[in-house]
């Protein structure tokens, strides 16, 4: 092998390892770029305040919720756009159960509400299965079907409105800490271990790649992939309603739209995090990483003083930039599938 060719091969090697870290790079670059700020402008700290720590975790574990599930089937090389309504239906269904049992009811009648919410988000999993592994619809268009009618389905239950409650057990289920640490934060880092170590470390992650790169291959080897399809639509279905039972929580409401801003968060942390837009790639790790930019500019940009509503064209320019980066990976490492 010739001295130009080695190099050739360095620097690609080098380029490559440059796009799968970009992700912890921009991280690092942003929280520095707000720190300077903070620093020359109101001569605080952005990063070294408990407060602002975490405000920011608890932006990105509403966000993670939603993106763990989701996480899972766009490896699998499918979509998943009814988790809004999954949080929205399991927040009305939560609600609604507080609701009944009265002002302030026990741990008993809250264990209960927790469950029904899980069962109504679990059923909105269960139809995008079905539709997706057994009848063969299109995954983009199976979930926008079931996007209208999950957000029908709560709207209708919770009579057109926000359902409020009235209930402390439930207050410190979204609002409390445990040794600093936010609940919310708590139970999405919970859920985060336990979805990276089901797809890095088990035969269904491992099904669960090999369906996103080569769905034909994973058949011929004998995997149900129907019941695997299934159970994908249904975990992401779950991870989604927790953020609806934490958002019941959080604001003492149950909201049909609850997961409805936060839907393209969700999406763009799976494809910042390095998720490929056909399948076959993504890690736990990197959808966390993916949330926090988010949430790092999200309050970063109120931080500075920025309208809100340019978060959408930051988050906007970053998936852009995540989706580019997607593509330069597959030329560096020559595959143009």
């Known amino acids: 092998m010739s001295m130009s060719t080695t190099k050739r091969n360095g620097g690609a090697s080098f380029l490559r ?7 912890w790079l921009f991280l690092i670059l942003i929280l520095a770029f707000f720190e300077i700020y903070a620093q020359t402008q109101t001569g ?10 975490q405000s920011i975790s608890v932006a990105a574990s509403q966000i993670l919720l939603l993106a763990l599930g989701l996480t899972l ?34 741990l008993a009648m809250v264990l209960l509400a927790l469950i029904v919410g899980l069962l109504a988000a679990g059923i909105v999993g269960v139809v995008n299965g079905w539709l997706v592994a ?7 268009i199976g979930t926008l079907g079931t996007y209208g009618i999950a957000r029908g389905a709560a709207l209708i239950v919770a009579g057109g409105a926000t359902v409020s409650i009235r209930s402390d057990t439930v207050r410190s289920f979204g609002n ?27 035969r269904f992650g491992a099904h669960t790649y090999a369906l996103g790169a080569n769905r034909a291959s994973v058949e011929r080897a004998g995997v149900d992939v129907k019941r695997h399809l299934m159970l994908l639509f249904i975990i992401s279905a779950l991870t989604a309603g927790i953020g609806g039972l934490i958002y019941t929580g959080r604001f003492s409401a149950g909201a049909a739209n609850a997961g409805e801003p936060i839907l393209l968060y ?64 597959h030329r560096v490492t020559g595959d143009r599938s």
């Open 17 to 23: 390892s440059l796009l799968n870290a970009w992700s």
């Open 44 to 53: 605080s700290t952005f990063l070294f305040r408990v407060y602002n720590l």
């Open 73 to 106: 089937v766009i490896v699998a090389g499918h979509i998943d756009l009814s988790i809004a309504f999954s949080t929205g239906f399991a927040a009305v269904a939560m609600a609604l159960v507080v609701r009944a049992a009265g002002d302030d009811p026990g």
């Open 134 to 140: 057994h009848l063969d619809v299109p995954s983009f």
């Open 176 to 202: 409390g800490e445990i040794w600093l640490f936010p609940i919310p934060v708590v139970i999405a880092a919970v859920l985060a271990i336990g979805c990276h170590y089901l797809l890095a470390h088990t």
């Open 266 to 329: 969700a999406v763009a942390a799976v494809f910042i995090g390095g998720a490929s837009l056909t399948g076959g790639q993504g890690t736990i790790s990197g959808t966390v990483i993916g949330a926090f930019i988010i949430a790092v500019i999200q309050f970063g940009l109120v931080f500075s003083g920025l309208p809100p509503y340019w978060q959408f064209v930051a988050v906007g320019l970053v998936i852009i930039v995540a989706v580019l980066v997607d593509q330069s990976k």
